[in-house]
């Protein structure tokens, strides 16, 4: 492969990723750590489905710092269980989403924001932490 600007090029061309796919990444690395109970999708994105409209990324954001740029913002909207401290789980969903998403992508990671607009308690969910089953599709 050769690299060029931070782009890189093979033999069959430039390669590119669509904001979903990157935020697929993010959500699954977020749904993965201790302390999070679910992504929180917004106001803005139920309305969005209640009207037929497709919404990709469902409590993630992905932005591109510019056109020909590598870099890449990520912003998480999360639902935290009760009884966790937030800025640890705020931390550890940063430091994951960042590995993750760099390791799979090759993409540079330039910021993590992490959002938390829920405590949920454990029997709210009506299950517990361990034995929730998380189902990516509801948030991609």
Do not use: C
Request: hydrophobic share 40%.
């Amino acid at each position: 492969m050769i690299e060029n600007e931070g782009r890189q090029f093979s033999i069959k061309g430039e390669r590119t990723m669509s904001q979903g796919f990157i935020a697929q990444y993010a959500a699954e690395a977020a749904l993965h750590t201790q302390g999070v109970s679910g992504l929180n999708k917004g106001a803005v994105t139920t309305l969005k489905e209640a009207i037929g409209l497709e919404q990709e990324g469902k409590g993630v954001r992905v932005a591109f710092r510019g056109e020909a740029s590598d870099d890449v913002m990520i912003t998480v909207y999360l639902e935290v269980f009760f009884g966790y401290v937030m800025p640890e789980v705020a931390w550890s969903v940063q430091e994951r989403v960042k590995r993750d998403v760099e390791r799979y992508t090759g993409l540079n990671v330039d910021a993590v924001n992490v959002h938390v607009m829920r405590v949920v308690d454990s029997d709210e969910t009506g299950a517990g932490e361990q034995t929730k089953p998380i189902n990516l599709e509801d948030y991609i």
